[in-house]
T-cell receptor
Framework: AQSVTQLDSQVPVFEEAPVELRCNYS??????LFWYVQYPNQGLQLLLK??????LVKGINGFEAEFNKSQTSFHLRKPSVHISDTAEYFC????????????FGTGTSLTVIP | GAVVSQHPSRVICKSGTSVKIECRSL??????MFWYRQFPKQSLMLMAT?????????EQGVEKDKFLINHASLTLSTLTVTSAHPEDSSFYIC???????????FGPGTRLLVL
């Protein structure tokens, strides 16, 4: 089974500053990688995903992530955050096209400070 | 993106009663649906995987007789919390995908409070 590690449980950052949320996974097999955002009392919304191709993936709301196979990482970045980006962010991994199950990280709470 | 709905969004019930939560994929056929439970400020815990027309697969530690799952069609799965107790109070989220390796699309969640 996979394990997904989000090293930072809480990340405070000032408005308009850049941010990076880290995600590492354990498996060496082919994986699909996802970042989801969750606003209070809501379900999860897909930010971006990596299935194949270019390792730099661009998503909604100005977020992007880079797949690094050698480091088994899929860190999420945004060059300039807004107050509205305050939310919980989850990294998830599924084991390629043979796997249904998603493995979630423990989440990173991003707080944007005015 | 694909849309998944859940109903109800919020429910309060007395201890000992049963509560049914519906999960629907609105614009696609979902071969597989998943049920998660989320405690405050924690990640999602997978409870079970539901495949249309077959029995659900429960994760270790999840009581299948307490959390009844029915996936009657390719667009509907239901989770019934039987004889609910206060410790069952939680946020329940479903998701659906078209097939193995496909993106999971999440419902908005159901907040259950058992008094």
């Amino acid at each position: 089974a996979q394990s997904v590690t989000q090293l930072d449980s809480q990340v405070p950052v000032f408005e308009e500053a850049p941010v990076e949320l880290r995600c590492n996974y354990s498996s060496s097999v082919s994986v699909y990688l996802f970042w989801y955002v969750q606003y209070p009392n809501q379900g999860l919304q897909l930010l971006l995903k990596y299935l194949s191709g270019s390792t730099l993936v661009k998503g909604i709301n100005g977020f992007e992530a880079e797949f690094n196979k050698s480091q088994t990482s899929f860190h999420l970045r945004k060059p300039s955050v807004h107050i509205s980006d305050t939310a919980e962010y989850f990294c998830a991994v599924s084991e390629g096209n043979t796997g249904n199950q998603f493995y979630f990280g423990t989440g990173t709470s991003l707080t944007v400070i005015p | 993106g694909a849309v998944v709905s859940q109903h109800p969004s919020r429910v309060i019930c007395k201890s000992g009663t049963s509560v049914k939560i519906e999960c629907r994929s609105l614009d696609f056929q979902a071969t597989t649906m998943f049920w998660y439970r989320q405690f405050p400020k924690q990640s999602l815990m997978l409870m079970a995987t539901s495949n249309e027309g077959s029995k659900a697969t429960y994760e270790q530690g999840v009581e299948k007789d307490k959390f009844l799952i029915n996936h009657a069609s390719l667009t509907l799965s239901t989770l019934t919390v039987t004889s609910a107790h206060p410790e069952d109070s939680s946020f329940y989220i479903c998701s659906a995908n078209r097939g193995a390796g496909e993106t999971q699309y999440f419902g908005p969640g159901t907040r259950l409070l058992v008094l």
